[in-house]
């Protein structure tokens, strides 16, 4: 290990989030500081609906404070619980935010989010077999709105910079991959 912890102590703590601040030492003997965020996993979810007119996504759009604005991304989201079966939380946050049910659950893979200042988990899940049910949003996405997109529209909107949820665009790039090389070796 190229870093040795020498202390740490929690500096701030909500019912979702705590940071923690951590006196480190490299293997070069120089000492320093690193601000960490740690948080319970999280699942987020490529909801897939094929029909005769074609492939679909469904996004949420809502409005993300930390950035000041409304953005879509894909249904995300967590339970403030260390330990959770990662398909019931992507199940339960499907429901939650569309109202969407899932006949099928495929695991893509499980990535860290933003590894360079916070300790999180989410796993990627895509969803299929869907059927429509009502949402059940939390107080604090009273706002949500589902969104229904072709794929190419998806990915124009990606491309063009109107998403911009890093977590969404990866959770679509470990699709297209699982597309070309996964589901052939499951």
Known sequence: MSIK???SREVYRNPWTSVREDVIERANGQRGIYGVIDKDPASIIIPLEVTAEGEFVYLIEQYRYTVGGTFAEFPQGGWEQAEVDPEELARGELREETGLEAARMTHLSTVQIAYGVMNQKH???????LTHGEAQPDAEEHDLVVRRVRVAEFERMVLSGEIVDNCSIAAWGLYKIWLEHGRAAR
């Open 5 to 7: 912890t020498i202390s």
């Open 123 to 129: 796993h990627v899940f895509l969803a299929e077999g």
